[in-house]
Nanobody, 117 residues
Framework: QVQLVESGGGLVQPGGSLRLSCAASGSIFSINDMGWYRQAPGKERELVATITSGSRINYADSVKDRVTVSRDNAKNTVYLQMSSLEPTDTAVYYC???????????WGQGTQVTVSS
């Protein structure tokens, strides 16, 4: 089992910045992909960004100019730095991890990001 614990969500004004963190623990030795998805009210969960243990990165087109995903393999932590936030970025942000051997996916409990004036 893998446990993912997110932190860093909150309320931010349009144009502001926010940094999310996600710490992984448990059976993490086969975790390759980590990253972030988000789900806005009434919408499906969607990709924000993922990063492999070798730092190969994939961004959603809708956010790629405004977010940076990074990873500290020594701390088993993935980060999402977001800037120039817009009200449409309001969503619950979920940390994601994938076991490269079993292909099992793991999800955090989610952290709310609200962009509003």
């Amino acid at each position: 089992q893998v446990q993912l614990v997110e932190s860093g969500g909150g309320l931010v004004q349009p144009g502001g910045s926010l940094r999310l963190s996600c710490a992984a623990s448990g059976s993490i030795f086969s975790i390759n992909d980590m990253g972030w998805y988000r789900q806005a009210p009434g919408k499906e969960r969607e990709l924000v960004a993922t990063i492999t243990s070798g730092s190969r990165i994939n961004y959603a087109d809708s956010v790629k100019d405004r977010v940076t995903v990074s990873r500290d393999n020594a701390k088993n932590t993935v980060y999402l730095q977001m800037s120039s936030l817009e009200p449409t970025d309001t969503a619950v942000y979920y940390c994601y991890a994938k076991n490269s051997w079993s292909q099992r996916e793991y999800w955090g409990q989610g952290t709310q990001v609200t962009v509003s004036s």
